[in-house]
């Protein structure tokens, strides 16, 4: 997926109110921008990073620039919520992804479970369904390993009671951990900072739940899934 316009490069000052952040232009002009993501971003936020800025020109938009790249470690991090779904589906769509390419019809934000909308549903008339959750990572404190989540999550925990209850149901039900940068080759449940949702992951995978986490290459100019990384957890049920 290439970045359309291109992107800004800019410095980042500081980032707050979990939906704001400000950030000096190379031309050295201040400007307040829109951050789309409300997580802790932990390890992302110190002032003085490079970053980079998605623009909207015209419309009503208070603040014409989003954050969408932060440097940390030596590389690009991707802390837009809003890619994740849209990026999985790619991948699944070629082939990257076990065999949910081999599904004929996908669907997004379909309802289901207790007011919840799955992020993609698979259908096929052979294949049946498989109710796929995404989950956006850029967390790392390990060098080589990205972690989820980076701060407490009851949503999360929800999504994945939910997901057990469509595989108990019959259905294939998969949690896919988005992992936007490049500079990790593995995946783990951060237990220390949400025991509850660990707590919950062993539950859903006992429960039938399959888990896979796919890691993204990142540039200044696009960003695209790169491929499969193991998921480190006792039990698992990888994507087949």
Aim: glycine share 10%; with cysteine; net charge neutral.
């Amino acid at each position: 997926m290439k970045f359309d316009p291109p992107l800004v490069p800019a410095t980042l000052i500081r980032r707050y109110k979990r939906f704001l952040f400000d950030a000096e232009l190379e031309s050295g002009e201040l400007i307040t921008g829109s951050c789309p993501n409300t997580g802790s971003m932990r390890g992302l936020t110190t002032p003085g990073s490079r970053c980079y800025l998605t623009t909207h020109s015209g419309g009503t938009r208070k603040y014409p620039h989003a954050l969408e790249l932060v440097e940390a470690d030596g590389t690009l991090v991707g802390i837009n919520t809003g890619r994740p779904n849209r990026l999985a589906e790619e991948a699944i769509s070629q082939g990257l992804v076990g065999s949910l390419g081999r599904y004929g019809a996908r669907r997004r934000e379909v309802k289901y479970g207790v007011n919840s909308r799955i992020d993609i549903l698979l259908e096929d008339a052979e294949l049946g369904r498989a109710y796929v959750e995404v989950k956006n990572v850029h967390f790392c404190r390990t060098a080589g390993l990205a972690e989820f989540p980076d701060s407490p999550t009851l949503r999360g925990a929800k999504h994945l009671e939910e997901l057990g209850d469509m595989s108990e149901a019959g259905h294939r039900a998969i949690m896919v951990y988005l992992i936007q940068r490049s500079d990790v080759e593995r995946f783990s449940i951060c237990a220390e900072f949400d025991p509850a949702y660990a707590v919950a992951f062993d539950r859903a995978m006992k429960r039938g739940v399959e888990a896979c986490a796919l890691r993204c290459k990142i540039t200044s100019e696009q960003i695209a899934v790169e491929s499969l990384v193991p998921v480190e957890e006792s039990g698992l049920n990888s994507v087949s």
